[in-house]
């Protein structure tokens, strides 16, 4: 037979777990909030716990009681945080639309682009580094098949790899950062280039 109390403890017992967890979750995610900047503005290896910790509020055990370690932060900041605001603003891209795909493309770069280069000079020397690149590198392979499915899907299919690869390529943030920051193009001029690239890809012959 219950007990008394047992019918009111139980609704309490659990409210105090869920907000245990919304308190721990909150602060996970002020951790990663609080790490995003220091990595986007610093390399690798000058971010340190304590400034994660520092700009979170908590305790550096805190951030390594929630991530374990800084490459822990990192990858963690790369899967729920920049990967999917990269994958909202890239899913705006009408399919086929090559002006729509390549605006779409200069427009994610044009935030993220720099960060990402700092990024892939960084690959060799941290594994944690290396395996956002290759997270990255894999998305964007996925976002041109999409972006590209109705010029795709016309190929036969042992062309379909190669075109895309190639698309890939063109599109890709180095290819952007060749055009906007070591050749010094403006935006407009740098779309156009790479509408031209895109096009030479497509009117090809394989």
Not at 109 to 133: K, N, P, S
Not at 152 to 167: H, P
Not at 177 to 198: E, F, I, M, N, P
Request: charged share 25%.
């Amino acid at each position: 037979m219950s007990s008394p109390n047992e019918n009111t403890d139980h609704p309490r017992r659990s409210y105090r777990l869920g907000a245990r967890a919304q308190a721990l979750q909150q602060t996970r995610l002020a951790i990663l909030e609080a790490a995003e900047p220091l990595f986007n503005d610093r390399w690798y290896d000058e971010v340190s716990l304590s400034d994660i910790a520092r700009g979170a509020g908590v305790s550096q055990q805190t951030v390594i009681n929630h991530f374990g370690s800084k490459e822990g932060v990192y990858l963690r900041g790369i899967v729920d945080l920049v990967g999917p605001r990269i994958t909202k603003f890239r899913s705006r891209v009408r399919p086929g639309d090559l002006t729509s795909i390549i605006n779409t493309a200069v427009g994610d770069y044009e935030q993220t682009g720099l960060g990402a280069m700092r990024m892939r000079a960084q690959a060799e020397r941290f594994d944690g580094v290396a395996d956002a690149v290759r997270y990255g590198r894999q998305a964007h392979r996925t976002w041109v098949e999409t972006a590209f499915g109705p010029q795709l899907e016309a190929r036969d299919a042992g062309q379909r790899t190669v075109i895309a690869d190639l698309l890939a390529t063109v599109l890709d943030v180095a290819t952007w950062h060749q055009l906007r920051h070591l050749d010094g193009r403006g935006v407009a001029r740098t779309k156009a280039d790479l509408r031209r690239l895109v096009d030479g890809v497509l009117d090809c012959s394989i």
